[in-house]
């Protein structure tokens, strides 16, 4: 249902229906978490579990919608351009590019870090209150800074990435949550053994390789951050462009 003047918009990876390797690996991942953590998790349901790409949020003023990173994060203020961005998709040297999830091991020879941080440790985090698995671009032992560059490239159309928040900021992450974390219903030791046990789950799974094509990315527009398909909107990005002055007409207004 879409609601003029009240909605976010974002940019996603395998929002809704998902491939029959990848809806096993995040159904398996919910099912441990449900069983470590019992009522201190509420997972979600497998068709809002998505990668985020990048955010498109901003605020609506007359004609013009200006990004909220570039306000917040660098006191800019720049009138995003959502054509302009669904163009950029079509960039042949940006997409398409494979994503690994899975199989990253403890102690593994890889050539990248995340945050300074090992894939094995970076693959599962409980992050606030937030249970977030992750994948990387990485195939037969390469790694490349495709998500990174495709997210900086939005640059162009007056987006920035979240984080992005100063120019030499780099994220190459592929991240997706898989459900709530209710802190009220457990502790500390149960939920440093969740992210031990889930860490191992994901280095045992035999790797998923995914593909970041146009096909799977959807422009979402959304009241609540967790992308609940009953309240968000949803648009391949053939129906985005042709429903371009709809999506801007949801978008926040801001208040004077």
């Known amino acids: 249902m879409t609601q003029p003047g009240k909605m976010d918009v974002t940019l996603v990876a395998y929002y809704g229906d998902k491939p029959s390797l990848i809806a096993q690996l995040i159904n398996g991942a919910i099912n441990e978490l449900s069983n470590l953590l019992g009522n201190g998790f509420v997972p979600y349901s497998l ?7 990048i955010g498109l949020e901003g605020r609506r003023a007359d004609k013009h919608i200006i990004n909220t990173n570039y ?6 203020i720049r009138s995003l351009d959502l054509k302009a961005a669904l163009q950029i998709l079509k960039e042949e040297s940006l997409l398409p590019f494979d994503v690994t999830i899975g199989g990253f091991v403890d102690g593994g020879p890889y050539s990248f870090t995340s ?3 090992v894939p094995y ?3 599962f985090s409980i992050q606030g209150h ?3 698995a992750m994948g990387w671009p990485y195939s037969n032992g390469k790694y490349s800074k495709s998500i990174d560059q495709l997210r900086r490239a939005f640059n ?3 987006i920035l990435h979240k984080y992005h928040g100063s120019p030499n900021a780099e994220d190459n992450d592929f991240f997706f949550v898989l459900g709530h ?9 149960q939920l ?33 951050e967790k992308l609940p398909p009953e309240t968000s909107c949803s648009y391949t990005l053939d129906e985005a462009k042709g429903k371009i002055d709809l999506i801007q007409s949801l978008y926040r207004e801001i208040l004077t």
Request: aromatic share 8%; glycine share 2%.
């Open 156 to 158: 162009a159309a007056n």
């Open 71 to 76: 306000a917040e994060m660098r006191n800019e």
């Open 115 to 117: 945050r300074d941080v």
């Open 130 to 132: 937030f249970a977030v």
């Open 47 to 53: 068709q809002q579990v998505h990668g985020t790409i």
């Open 192 to 224: 440093l053994e969740a992210q031990g046990r889930l860490r191992s789950f994901f280095a045992a799974h035999e790797p998923v390789s995914i593909p970041i094509s146009r096909n799977f990315l959807r422009v979402v527009a959304y009241v609540d």
């Open 121 to 123: 440790m970076r693959s």
């Open 181 to 189: 974390i209710i802190k009220e219903n457990t502790n500390q030791n």
